[in-house]
């Protein structure tokens, strides 16, 4: 079956640890998109990626990094800097017409202890 | 800059009831798509319907219905006769094309949470 898949469901980070949140999808698509959600918030945008090797800053970056060395891959990594990681992050992706749909996969939760 | 206003944080109604779910939004592109997304409890975002500012058509969708109105920059989402699988937080997102750039980001309202009672 065609989708996004985002790795894992739930993630527990400790003081000073950096961590990567997995994201893949087999849609053949060329954009993807990180976003955080916060309770009773909505989602906002971390970082996108248009093209493979290739990505932009979105609204709330600081204290994450990303990469996209291949079409179907775009990790997050939340780093130490990052002082409130405590969030449900969710990754999409959209086709590369101008007029597609964004698709989210089923996210991750991450959790500090 | 681009805004989405759901003014509803909560609903409930009981199940069989009719209910609408608000969304304003704020853009001064003239090109832009609307959308709307259902989040379960299980937290997936699942893509309901998108339009594009120059197709203010209503439409339905069996027990779903939309209303587009550009005068009041409104995109209202109708659930007929509700059912507890309904229940779900709905967030309506706009999308502008943005020139040079072509990201189509998303920017979306805080969302609306529906209960529905059997």
């Known amino acids: 079956d065609g989708g996004i898949t985002q790795s894992p469901k739930y993630l527990f980070r400790k003081e000073g640890q950096n961590v990567t949140l997995s994201c893949e999808q087999n849609?053949?698509?060329?954009?993807m998109y990180w976003y955080r959600q916060d309770p009773g918030q909505g989602l906002r945008l971390i970082y996108y990626?248009?093209?493979?090797?290739?990505?932009q800053k979105g609204d709330i970056a600081e204290g994450y990094s990303v990469s996209r060395e291949k079409k179907e891959s775009f990790p997050l990594t939340v780093t130490s800097a990052q002082k409130n990681p405590t969030a449900f992050y969710l990754c999409?992706?959209?086709?590369?017409?101008?007029?597609?749909?964004?698709?989210f996969g089923p996210g991750t939760r991450l959790l500090v202890l | 800059a681009q805004k989405v206003t759901q003014a509803q944080t909560e609903i409930s109604v009981v199940e069989k009831e009719d209910v609408t779910l608000d969304c304003v939004y704020e853009?001064?592109?003239?090109?832009?798509?609307l959308f709307w997304y259902k989040q379960p409890p299980s937290g997936e975002l699942v893509f309901l319907i998108r339009?594009?500012?120059?197709?203010?058509q209503n439409e339905i969708s069996g027990r779903y219905s939309w209303n587009f109105q550009k005068s009041t920059s409104s995109f209202n989402f109708t659930i007929t006769a509700s059912q507890v699988v309904d229940s779900a937080v709905y967030f309506c997102?706009?999308?502008?094309?943005?020139?040079?750039?072509?990201?189509?980001?998303?920017?979306f309202g805080k969302g609306t949470k529906l209960s529905v009672i059997p």
């Open positions: 853009t001064r592109d003239t090109t832009y798509y």
């Open positions: 339009r594009n500012s120059f197709d203010e």
């Open positions: 999409a992706s959209r086709r590369g017409s101008r007029q597609e749909t964004q698709y």
């Open positions: 990626s248009q093209i493979v090797n290739d990505f």
């Open positions: 849609l053949n698509h060329d954009a």
């Open positions: 997102a706009l999308s502008v094309p943005y020139s040079g750039a072509g990201s189509y980001q998303l920017t």
